[in-house]
């Protein structure tokens, strides 16, 4: 493999890493801050790609992006209820909902279980064409994933910095302290679901338009994706400030999207992609645990060569 190709590549993963970040940070928010692994992740995610394709099938590119998000809202406050008011336990009520959107993501599609986007003006066919003819022009990709992760992450930031950030926080940290404040925990968790999946529905439309097309698979794995991302960013900024979190979470879909291109360029069939991501995510989950054990086993060793 030559100099071009490597740097292509890396292009490619850093691309698809940036716009899966999204994503990562949407569970940033529900799982590291409210404490709720949300389910419905691979669902919101082709919920927010079908929409985004069919509004801009439409002639109505820019729309889009709102649209995808205020339908992952829509998602977020479904299993948000389910939660609070209905009384069922967050990871069932991720899977009920995720369940029932792929009936309703194929209705939203047409039917189809696909949607071509290669002749339909999205945001990226946009920016490309006001950037031909630039130093730029091979970068638009990159440029709009940048701007839409900055923006998210600015935006996390300054949210989670209010009141009502702070109690999404406390909420998290201890539901019965909240109740004793005289905050609602049901209002703090549905904001704080709305919020996570709109930023899913957000990553999910700009991959179905970076793609050119929408398949009704393509959210399937991201929950386990983005859950690995998460942990590899906290490995390398998992404390300090929000903002700094909410980097290392970025940080970490670039690197595993980064470790799965290296992976496939083994010439792997194409029935061995899920393996090699369940491999990264049981690294990137053990890791932590494997390492803190060194120290243990090393004293383990020294201390049956002194006996010896």
Known sequence: MDISSILSLLQTSVELGLVSSLTVLALFLSYTMLNVC???????????????AVVALSGHPFLSIPAAMLAGVTSGFITGMLQTKMGIDSLLSGIIVNTALYSINIAIMGNSSLINLNKTETVFTILKTALSGTSMAGMYKAVIAVIAVAATVIFLALFL?????????????????VRSSSINPVFTTLVGLCVANAFTALSGCMLGQLQKSVNIDIGTGMVTMALASLLIGRAFLGRGKITTRAIGAVLGAVIFRIVYAVALRFNMPAFMLKFVSSVIVIIAISGPYLKSRIPVIKRRLSAKKARA
Request: aromatic letters at 4%; a negative charge; glycine letters at 16%.
């Open 38 to 52: 949300d389910l419905s992740t691979d669902g919101c995610f082709t919920l927010g790609a079908a929409v985004g």
């Open 161 to 177: 910095s209010t009141r009502l950030g702070l109690a999404i926080r406390a909420t998290g940290n201890n539901p019965d302290m």
